[in-house]
């Protein structure tokens, strides 16, 4: 391998400071699509720059979207379209972006146009088909191109009717109904959409409908089951919206902080923040590190008694921080249990066996269930290891924090961050001694 293909990290003996976390990429993507669909002019400051958010605006151009980018910042002019999209025919390239791929399916299912989607090979195994099945009830025309229930897609023009019951499971991804919840106020009729069976990854759900409420469209909901959506609401811009720091990307740098020996600040996610992966810290502080809350950002510092413990915890509610538990899990006393996490599955890689592998690279005793992990550490880390990252950032990013034990580490690929921090690595050697 060239060292473009790996870094090898040195050990790091000490972190401390304060990093501007890049914007959200949860909050970005859903804000370009909702700033598409209103009327009017949004102007978005502080979007992320990286892979996901390029996709979604290449997509955007393709549909006729006019942005502007002011030169040399993150702020960006979306031109609203008022709910139809100019362009009819289009062949959208979505990479792995699942934010861009499920939101734009349903929203373009009931646009009345041709439009193919479809995405890296690893986007053609991670399923939609329940959001297929949902659109298909209010009349939607999609086909599958390749494998029954997943990407590529075909959509076609279809004659659209929301005034009834839209049924949909949650219990492989979030995102189906976030897409759901974007799209059918397009319709502009009564539209009940009823969660069919147990819904993960919930507190993705309220940033959807946080955002959907700043661009002028209310939900009425019964708890997890039943969200309603009144008839004859339109998107409208608020005007100027801002993008939260990303609240998973905080994560590297909490952990980070409750290892290595310093204070480290996240600044741009904080007690107010919308995203539920802000909760990241709290389980931080159930493993003894000192966490310090402030509006617009988290301080972690290392357990004033030594050293983290270990604990047994569901983390279905913040799925992508809950693998950065695992990696801190090398620097618990004791065996870390991480529960409810089988959407791990199919996201960019399979996660759980990806995470085995590699903790098992540097030492770790390491069960694997089928929605479940449990790392016991070693009472050496072994130095040298080589993380393969499988196409998957946040790999490279948690694998990172061994360097924090003392040992060498060496990162395959690690610029598959460019998914949602391209500049990971650089960011962390700021903080870095
Ligand atoms: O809606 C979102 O912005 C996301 C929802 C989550 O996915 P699932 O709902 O598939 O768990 C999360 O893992 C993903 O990174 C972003
Ligand atoms: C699962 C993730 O991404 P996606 O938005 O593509 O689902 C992630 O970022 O960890």
């Known amino acids: 391998m060239t060292s473009a293909e790996y870094l090898d990290l040195a050990p790091i003996s000490r972190v401390n400071g304060t990093v501007a976390l890049p914007g959200s990429k949860s909050i970005s993507n859903r804000i370009l699509l ?35 980018q002011t030169p040399g910042t993150r702020d960006f002019v979306v031109e609203g379209v008022g709910g139809q999209f100019p362009v009819k025919d289009a062949d959208l390239f979505l990479g792995n972006a699942g934010t861009a791929f499920r939101p734009l399916t349903a929203a373009l299912a009931l646009a009345g146009g041709t439009y193919k989607l479809h995405g890296v090979p690893r986007m053609h195994e991670r399923p939609i088909g329940d959001l297929v099945d949902a659109l298909r009830v209010v009349g939607a025309d999609i086909e599958y191109l390749g494998n029954d229930g997943f990407p590529p897609l075909q959509l076609r023009p279809a004659s659209i009717s929301a005034g009834r019951r839209v049924p949909v499971k949650g219990n492989v991804s979030s995102q189906f109904l976030t897409a759901l919840l ?30 959907m409420a700043r661009f002028g469209i209310k939900v009425e909901r019964n708890g997890w089951n039943e969200f309603v959506i009144r008839g004859g609401q339109i998107y409208q811009s608020p005007g100027v919206v801002h993008v939260e720091g990303d609240a998973s990307s905080a994560s590297y740098f909490l952990a980070a902080g409750a290892i290595g020996g310093g204070v480290v600040r996240v600044e741009g996610v904080g007690s107010e923040s919308i995203q539920g992966d802000k909760r990241f810290a709290e389980v931080l502080e159930q493993m003894g590190a000192q966490i310090t809350w402030a509006a617009n950002h988290i301080e972690a510092a290392p357990p004033a008694t030594g050293k983290l413990k270990a604990l047994d915890v569901d983390l279905n509610h913040i799925p992508d921080a809950a693998m950065t538990i695992a990696v801190a899990a090398l620097f618990a006393e004791g065996t870390t249990t991480i529960r409810n996490i089988e959407s791990w599955r199919v996201k960019e890689t399979d996660r759980l066996a990806a995470m085995a592998t590699e903790l098992r690279k540097v030492g770790a005793a390491v069960e694997e269930g089928q929605d479940y992990i449990r790392v016991t550490p070693p009472a050496d880390l072994i130095p040298h290891a080589a993380i393969d990252t499988y196409d998957d950032h946040r790999m490279a990013m948690c694998f990172s924090l061994v360097a924090l034990g003392g040992v060498p580490v060496r990162i395959n690929d690690p610029k598959c961050t460019a998914k949602t921090f391209p500049t990971y690595f650089e960011v962390l050697a700021g903080i870095s001694q």
């Open 34 to 68: 909702l700033a598409a669909l209103a009327s009017g002019k949004t102007e978005v400051k502080g979007l992320l720059a990286s892979d996901d958010i390029e996709r979604m605006l290449e997509a955007m151009t393709s549909l006729g979207v006019k942005w502007t």
């Open 182 to 211: 974007m799209a059918l106020p397009l319709t502009g009729e009564d539209v009940t959409i009823e969660v069919v069976g147990e819904l993960i990854s919930k507190p993705y759900i309220e940033i959807t409908l946080n955002l």
